[in-house]
């Protein structure tokens, strides 16, 4: 090798280690400035860990890894930058179940931190101010952690965050303005809270904003129009669950962007704009619960990719537009609780990806549109003014679930075909004029839990294709022509059945004993048919009506996905009740309800003693029958019991003075029977001094009826009383005898003219009775 060439290598080399030399003291250098920086954010990590306190004492906690042995950049939800900083700390549901970042955690030693995330945590206390400290966050995470207080001033101050999350705790207070100076904020979520006053207008600066939550507050004033002007990339605006007033702001057109709005159950007013149509990239529309009027704006047809529309629960009039027929990507539509009108068009059965529609309670008239999507789930025409018979198109929609026809003018007879749906869960086709049988035929295995064909014009026998409905826990075929006997059956085939209405039809017999197998039953209403024998021994197994129940509701739910988020449709059931000599519709709270009618019947013999034994009962009404003997003397059990009716029968004997202990009871009838002593007095008996209640009880006396009882006696009335009582059976006599002899003398046109007698023999029926019972003439 040439001398030269070896001795200019060895120069190369000589430089080369001198400069790994020079890079390697450097790099110790750095690392020895570096360390005291790094060891005070581990220390100060450690510092705030001791002060919590965690659910899992095993260590499941990704916090668990946080130890002095190692370094900080190793452990779970930490990430450091390139030189050893803490840049990320991310430790959602830590499993902290008590501490808090007000004093304990030092934000000052933080400078690099880029993201904080501690939701889902337990953190009590407020937001501290110290959190403007950390002068490099783009994004802090705080929902879900128990924060109270309110939202410190000093955020707006963090001008380089974008996405702020506080959702889901306590905060209270307004909004500062301050938080207007976040320029580079593109989503801010603060839903969930406590938060009051209106939105600040300093908002209309965040030009950069994306996604905007502040739903679930306490928030109000009208919704600035800057917002949708300034908001060129907003696509998704929440303000539901507010109290939000003024109209919707026109400008609202300019929010071109928007793919998510909902501004339901506020108390804005005005009409919905029609620049609306202008958003042709919203995907979901939701101004239900408002103070809305005027009409649908034909423009929302322009919104081609809308996959739910909510306008429900509003003022909305006229008929609606049919552009919506257009709107070929709509899935959900709830028009729902309007006051609109007129025919819907026939461009409605375009809709070929309707999973839920819902047009009841407005003022809709002619036929039932028929509807195209078989994927339909949710069905509502409810109360409104329809005509013609069953649509025969629901027959083919396999997927239904929640069927609800009621409150409108259908006819004729049901199709076989709607027993085929076996995913059907609800079904409410009652006030009605449906007629003919209900039919027998249909599939064997029914998904069933409510069914109500109340007031309608039904005849036959009890359904038998009810037989297959094992799963059922309303059946309402009140108000109808059934006629025959309670099946045997109704016990096994019924496990799950709670409430029982059969009031208003023409059934007769005894009820079947099978009945008692029903322990879950807690509504049992027979009213106001031909029902006879007694009630002995068929109460003894209804164990759901022994204790009072405290599930509130008692909703038919069907799920379903939409725009990737899950989804819920929820139908409160309901139930009429005669309830305190009225009838009431219980919806949502029915299943509080726990009561026997068995009022308007031919029941005889005594009052089972057993039925003391159902402590949850409200409702009592044996009125109208031919029960005879004592009034239990337990009855004072029933602590919960509000209505009591048991006049018009023969009970005799004394009131038991337990009835004084029922402090709810607001409703009492012993009126027409043969109950004698004195009345009992006491607790909330002294508020029912209406004399009615017991009058045509002839050995009765007390307060509040005007016969006094002697001293030392409950049953012996005065010698002037007594006169006028005796009196008073002649003439009732007197009266009787001619009333026979009057009897006799037209009698006989009876036994000859057939529809005369039976017009004759309804009335008396009606005025014996004194029930509203349907009495037909048959030519």
């Known amino acids: 090798m040439n001398p030269q060439i070896a001795a200019g290598i060895m120069e190369y080399r000589v430089a080369m280690n001198k400069n790994c030399l020079l890079l390697f003291l450097l790099q110790i250098f750095a690392c020895n400035a570096v360390s005291p920086r790094f060891e005070a954010e581990a220390e100060a990590l450690l510092k705030w860990k001791s002060t919590l306190l965690f659910s899992d004492a095993n260590g499941s906690s990704p916090l668990a890894s946080w130890s002095p042995s190692s370094t900080c950049c190793s452990w779970s939800g930490i990430k450091c930058n390139s030189i050893g900083h803490v840049a990320e700390l991310t430790i959602p549901s830590a499993g902290i179940v008590a501490g808090t970042i007000a004093a304990t955690f030092d934000f000052a030693m933080f400078p690099a931190l880029t993201s904080l995330n501690l939701s889902r945590n337990h953190l009590a206390g407020a937001i501290p101010a110290d959190v403007s400290l950390l002068r490099s966050l783009t994004s802090l995470d705080l929902s879900d952690s128990n924060l109270t207080?309110?939202?410190?001033?000093?955020?707006?101050t963090l001008h380089g965050l974008q996405r702020l999350v506080l959702r889901s705790n306590s905060l209270s207070g307004e909004i500062p303005t301050e938080l207007g100076d976040l320029r580079d904020l593109h989503l801010l979520d603060l839903s969930r809270n406590n938060l009051s006053g209106g939105l600040p207008p300093s908002f209309s600066g965040m030009s950069k904003m994306r996604e905007f939550y502040l739903s679930r507050n306490k928030l109000s004033a009208r919704i600035p129009p800057d917002l949708f002007t300034n908001w060129p990339e907003v696509t998704l605006f929440y303000l539901h669950y507010n109290s939000f007033t003024?109209?919707?702001?026109?400008?609202?057109?300019?929010?071109?962007?928007?793919?998510?709005?909902?501004?339901?159950?506020?108390?804005?007013?005005?009409?919905?704009?029609?620049?609306?149509?202008?958003?042709?990239?919203?995907?979901?529309?939701?101004?239900?619960?408002?103070?809305?009027?005027?009409?649908?704006?034909?423009?929302?047809g322009n919104l081609k990719q809308l996959v739910v529309m909510d306008l429900s629960f509003n003022n909305l009039t006229g008929i609606v537009p049919p552009e919506i027929g257009t709107m070929s990507a709509l899935q959900s539509l709830s028009l729902d609780d309007n006051q609109l009108e007129g025919e819907l068009h026939p461009t409605i059965s375009s809709l070929k990806d309707l999973y839920n529609v819902d047009f009841s309670n407005n003022k809709f008239t002619g036929t039932i549109p028929e509807i195209g999507s078989t994927k339909l789930l949710f069905v509502a025409f409810g109360n409104n003014n329809f005509l013609g018979s069953f649509p025969l198109v629901f027959c083919r929609m396999t997927l239904l679930q929640i069927l609800d026809l009621s409150s409108n003018q259908l006819s004729g007879e049901l199709p076989s075909c709607l027993w085929d749906l076996q995913d059907l869960l609800f079904i409410d086709l009652s006030n009605n004029a449906l007629s003919g049988d209900v039919p027998s035929t249909g599939s064997t295995n029914l998904s069933l839990q409510s069914l109500h064909l109340a007031n309608n014009k039904f005849t036959g026998g009890f359904p038998v294709t009810l037989k297959n409905c094992n799963k059922l826990i309303v059946l309402d075929l009140g108000g109808n022509y059934f006629s025959g006997q309670i099946p045997s059956w109704i016990g096994s085939s019924f496990p799950l059945l709670r409430f029982l209405r059969l009031r208003l039809n023409l059934l007769s017999g005894s009820i079947p004993w099978q009945l008692s197998q029903l322990s879950h039953l807690q509504l049992l209403d027979l009213a106001s048919n031909n029902l006879s024998g007694t009630v002995e021994g068929l109460l003894f197994n209804l164990t759901s009506m022994m204790t009072p129940l405290s599930e509130f509701n008692m909703d038919s739910s069907v799920h379903h996905q939409v725009l990737n988020l899950d989804g819920y449709l929820t139908y409160a059931d309901r139930i009429e009740v005669n309830w305190k000599t009225r009838s009431y519709s219980f919806q949502g709270a029915i299943a509080l309800m726990i009561g026997i009618d068995l009022s308007g019947n031919s029941f005889s013999g005594e009052i089972p003693t057993e039925l003391t034994n159902l402590q949850g009962l409200r409702l009592l009404n044996l009125s109208r029958n031919h029960l005879s003997g004592s009034i239990p003397e337990n009855i004072g059990n029933l602590e919960l019991l509000e209505s009591l009716d048991c006049s018009w029968n023969e009970l005799s004997g004394a009131i038991p003075s337990s009835l004084s202990k029922l402090a709810s009871l607001s409703s009492l009838n012993l009126s027409h029977n043969l109950l004698s002593g004195e009345v009992p007095t006491g607790n909330q008996l002294q508020s029912l001094d209406d004399p009615s209640i017991y009058t045509s009880n002839s050995g009765l006396c007390g307060f509040p009826l005007s016969i006094s009882c002697p001293n030392g006696s409950g049953t012996t009335q005065p010698l002037e009383k007594s006169k006028e009582h005796d009196l008073e059976f002649d003439v009732y006599y007197s009266t009787i005898a001619g009333l026979i002899f009057g009897f006799l003398v037209w009698s006989g046109s009876l036994i000859v003219l057939d529809p005369c007698r039976t017009c004759i023999f309804c009335f008396v029926d009606r005025t014996q009775d004194k029930v509203m019972k349907r009495c037909r003439v048959q030519h």
């Open 246 to 300: 003024g109209s919707i702001p026109l400008e609202i057109g300019n929010a071109t962007k928007l793919q998510l709005l909902s501004l339901h159950t506020n108390n804005l007013t005005g009409v919905i704009p029609v620049t609306i149509g202008s958003l042709v990239g919203l995907e979901m529309l939701d101004l239900a619960r408002n103070l809305l009027s005027g009409q649908i704006p034909p423009s929302v």
């Open 149 to 156: 207080g309110g939202i410190p001033v000093a955020l707006g």
